[in-house]
């Protein structure tokens, strides 16, 4: 566990180590016990057998150090350590009792059948019960018991062994006839030698109850001045072991200081009052949002210093809101979203008077990072920080920059990068010293990755026309610019890309949704209108775009973490190809890829979506992919962490946000993988191109983008092609307004109401009355509304469905209104 603190190189290895080492002295204890290896005349066995054993596992950090660093072989010696110990445990298990007739004889042979039922639920795996249990957790819960068990049956065997020499010892002396020297165990010397003064060990019978912990002897505990284990410490033992005070750190004068006075250019806005949500802060860039920024410079500097100075990110943007507005949030070390826990501390500091500033910290100091054994609180911290391309960016950035001076703090400006490539350079941070790197933490290095990536799987492929790519006059716009000088054309087996809506000079251009008209010689011009947002809700193209029919066509969103896909047909017919499609076609290929290259079996792949996700899609999937679905609560973090639970998981939003993750045993069989044709060792390659092709510290427009024009290449689809994979079915989204939001409870990854009782009962009543109908409702994050969303055969009967179950909504709101 405490090499898991942090994933460097050297802790990794000890990690894999000490497991080894724990695995393997299991091994070699086991046949001592059972065989009696320890008796003197069986020396020069045991002597063999130690020896045996170094030289394994020597062998075995040996490999693992200087051959290979295989994670498959790691997993599979380990194991075969395992099944040796089980084996012999429950033979020796089974003879002991038929021997002795006692209980707690059988006690190995039962705990190996338990550990073998608990590893269960690792193999046999079910997605999470209630958001809450899921099958890995219990099998950690599994192994608490028979810790406690094996300890106790240790006890009583040595007890027994006690016991019976101490019996053999009485019998021989008092037999004056029949007196023989007898031969001393290792045990027995051993005791003798370091216990001198014990005089005579009495025989302490073995209890016969499971878990009864035997007390040691009584001569044992008065000459060593021992108390009872049974018997309760005293309060001041307790105290002085486990309730010692924690020491409190002072906070030096002058950072304190610094930290006020940095903080004067930025006040809190009077009456405001600012929360940290599942995209950091956001809001109208001069209603406070310096004072916030400044604040989590701060978040980021004690984050990092609890991370064990890991590299933070702090990223400002706005993603997809107007021009005007702008944002910030941390990165953590893996290029993940902020810890929940610590979304607390951003929302409390970011509440703080400047005066106060130091105080909090100091506060904060010592509830986080304060350590009796280590000295969190004196390391370095780290952060590396970034913005888009909205004009309140420059001003922010200061304010950022005056927090982490004020605490002196490694910072690294990487300027104007889209969201994505930010998570990107801090994973490539916190890796650059592990097994697997992520890669350059630099905008080339990112470029590089993913061009020769998307090289290597475009082997043996060609893309059909080029694609025309609307970058919603957003930070995606000069960063497509810069990859597009790493990638090859079409002509060289490349991609050819046609690039509109890449305006940064304009801030108001940002996203624009709303149609803008002006005067232009006389005529009227209609501008801005872009983004994926807009092409999302308007269902419309971008008029920029000018795409002729079955034009493959994208859209970014502003800080060009989003996309999705679309065409007109020759009617001028509107399609969208959204997240839920990009993820189908991304998990059809990936898992086709594995079936050629012979390792389809060895791969648990899976497909994570909401319960916004369209039923056509998840019935694709499942029963024409033949693909596991896992359904969690809305939200990127939910989806991400599901994900992890695959070899290869994939997920996307229908907003068009997502990614794939490959986890360490599907990159090891990708790897390691001996190709039996040249049609496997092509999808081998292919396979190993989407691991770096492929943002996985987050969903990235630009990866994604990519990673859709490969597998649209490999099975040669045409936008329409594509969209006959199946037939999305009618929708409906209705927002009702309700008194208290918080009355709608909402289970099973938000598909089901909990409360108010008797509100899913109805919702069920009108879905099994609507042909393929599914409908559920939630309750919205910020404001007092829930979202109604349902779904049918027919357009009319999922609006039908959907009103239904609004009116269910607003009553059982009501009702609740009026009992309150």
């Given at each position: ?6 994933d460097f ?5 000890l ?14 204890y ?15 066995l ?11 596992y ?22 075969v ?12 298990s ?17 705990i ?5 039922f ?13 958001g ?8 950690h ?8 068990w ?7 065997d ?27 165990t ?8 370091i ?5 005579e060990v ?8 499971f878990f ?13 001045g ?12 307790m105290?002085s ?7 409190v ?11 006020v ?9 009077e009456g405001k009052r600012?929360?940290?949500?599942t ?10 949002l ?10 980021a500097a004690?984050?990092s ?11 400002i943007?706005a ?10 949030k941390v ?13 607390e501390?951003?929302?409390?500091l ?10 909090v ?31 309140s ?5 200061k ?6 001076d ?40 990112y ?10 799987a ?29 990638l ?6 490349g ?9 940064v000079?304009?801030?108001e251009?940002?996203n624009y949704e ?7 010689n006389?005529?009227?011009?209609i501008?801005?209108q ?39 047909d020759?009617?001028?017919?509107f ?18 890829q594995a ?7 060895k ?12 039923g056509?899609?998840?019935?694709y ?7 596991p ?11 991400h962490?599901a ?52 943002n ?17 290449a ?31 409870k ?11 009782a008797?509100a899913?009962?109805?919702i069920d ?5 609507t ?21 049918a055969?027919?357009a009319r ?9 609004a ?7 009501m ?6």
């Amino acid at each position: 566990m405490i090499f898991h603190s942090r994933d460097f190189n050297l802790t990794e290895k000890l990690d894999y180590y000490a497991a080894g080492a724990s695995v393997f002295y299991g091994l070699y204890y086991t046949p001592i016990r059972v065989f009696r290896l320890e008796q003197s005349k069986k020396e020069r066995l045991l002597n063999i057998w130690t020896w045996t054993c170094l030289a394994l596992y020597a062998a075995h950090v040996s490999y693992l150090t200087f051959w290979r660093w295989d994670y498959t072989y790691n997993m599979a010696a380990n194991v075969v350590a395992g099944i040796v110990q089980n084996i012999l445990w429950s033979w020796f298990s089974i003879t002991r009792y038929r021997k002795m007739h006692k209980i707690w004889a059988a006690w190995p042979g039962l705990i190996v059948a338990w550990i073998v039922f608990a590893m269960s639920f690792e193999l046999l795996d079910f997605p999470p019960v209630g958001g809450m249990i899921d099958a890995h957790s219990l099998w950690h819960l599994g192994t608490v018991l028979p810790t406690y068990w094996w300890y106790n049956f240790l006890l009583k065997d040595a007890q027994e062994d006690m016991a019976v020499s101490s019996s053999s010892s009485s019998t021989s002396s008092s037999d004056e006839e029949d007196r023989r020297p007898r031969p001393r165990t290792r045990r027995q010397s051993s005791i003798s030698q370091i216990l001198p003064a014990l005089g005579e060990v009495p025989a302490y019978p073995p209890s016969e109850r499971f878990f009864d912990p035997p007390r040691p002897p009584k001569v044992f505990r008065d000459r060593l001045g021992l108390s009872p284990l049974r018997s309760r410490p005293k309060a001041e033992t307790m105290d002085s072991i486990f309730n010692q005070p924690k020491p409190v750190v002072k906070i030096q004068d002058e950072v304190k200081s610094a930290l006020v006075q940095n903080a004067a250019p930025y006040p809190l806005p009077e009456g405001k009052r600012f929360q940290y949500g599942t995209a950091g802060f956001r809001m109208k860039a001069d209603l406070g949002l310096d004072h916030v920024v400044y604040a989590v410079g701060i978040v980021a500097a004690l984050r990092s210093k609890r991370r064990n100075e890991a590299t933070i990110g702090v990223m400002i943007t706005a993603s997809h809101n107007p021009a005007e507005d702008n944002g910030v949030k941390v990165v953590d070390p893996m290029g993940d979203m902020l810890e929940q826990e610590w979304e607390e501390y951003a929302t409390k500091l970011a509440n703080t008077e400047n005066a106060l500033f130091g105080d909090v910290y100091e506060k904060l100091t010592n509830d986080l990072l304060v350590d009796p054994v280590h000295q969190v609180h004196t390391r370095k911290s780290r952060v590396v920080f970034a913005r888009d391309t909205r004009a309140s960016g420059p001003h922010l950035i200061k304010a950022l920059k005056a927090s982490l001076d004020a605490l002196h703090v490694e910072y690294t400006d990487y300027g104007i990068l889209t969201t994505p490539m930010l998570h990107h350079m801090v994973r490539c941070h916190n890796t650059k010293n592990s097994p697997r790197p992520f890669g350059e933490a630099s905008e080339a290095g990112y470029y590089k990755k993913m061009a020769n990536a998307f090289k290597k799987a475009m082997y043996g492929r060609k893309i059909k026309g080029h694609l025309t790519v609307d970058c919603a006059n957003g930070v995606g716009g000069p960063k497509l610019h810069d990859l597009l000088k790493y990638l090859p054309n079409a002509s060289n087996d490349g991609i050819d890309i046609k690039v509109v809506n890449d305006d940064v000079i304009k801030p108001e251009a940002l996203n624009y949704e709303v149609m803008l008209s002006v005067a232009c010689n006389n005529s009227l011009l209609i501008i801005f209108q872009c983004g994926a947002d807009y092409v999302k809700t308007k269902q419309r193209a971008p008029p920029s775009s000018n795409a002729v029919p079955f034009e493959r066509c994208c859209s970014l969103d502003g800080d060009a973490d989003r996309i999705v896909y679309y065409f007109i047909d020759d009617n001028k017919e509107f399609h969208l190809l959204d997240g839920d499609r990009i993820a189908t076609l991304a998990a059809n290929f990936i898992a086709d890829q594995a079936r050629i290259a012979g390792i389809g079996d060895k791969l648990k792949i899976g497909v994570v979506q909401t319960a916004y996700a369209n039923g056509a899609s998840t019935e694709y999937i499942q029963k024409v992919m033949k693909l596991p679905v896992d359904c969690t609560p809305t939200g990127v973090k939910h989806l991400h962490h599901a994900a992890k639970r695959f070899d290869i998981g994939v997920y996307f939003e229908a907003n068009g946000h997502g990614t794939v993750l490959f986890n360490d045993n599907a990159i090891d069989i990708i790897k390691s993988h001996d190709p039996q044709s040249p049609g496997q060792k092509h999808a081998l390659e292919s396979l190993d191109a989407l691991t770096d092709l492929i943002n996985q510290a987050v969903g990235d427009a630009l990866s994604d983008m990519l990673l859709t024009e490969v597998a649209l290449a490999h099975r040669a689809w045409s936008p329409q092609d594509w969209m006959n994979t199946y037939i999305d079915l009618p929708n409906k989204l209705v927002r009702v307004v309700v008194p208290d939001r918080n009355v709608f409870k909402a289970v099973d990854a938000e598909r089901r109401l909990e409360s108010p009782a008797g509100a899913q009962a109805r919702i069920d009543h009108y879905v099994n009355l609507t042909n393929r109908g599914r409908a559920f409702a939630r309750a919205s994050g910020t404001e007092d509304a829930v979202r109604v969303y349902a779904e049918a055969h027919s357009a009319r009967d999922a609006e039908k469905l959907a009103n239904q179950v609004a009116e269910v909504v607003e009553a059982y709101g009501m009702r609740a209104a009026s009992k309150s």
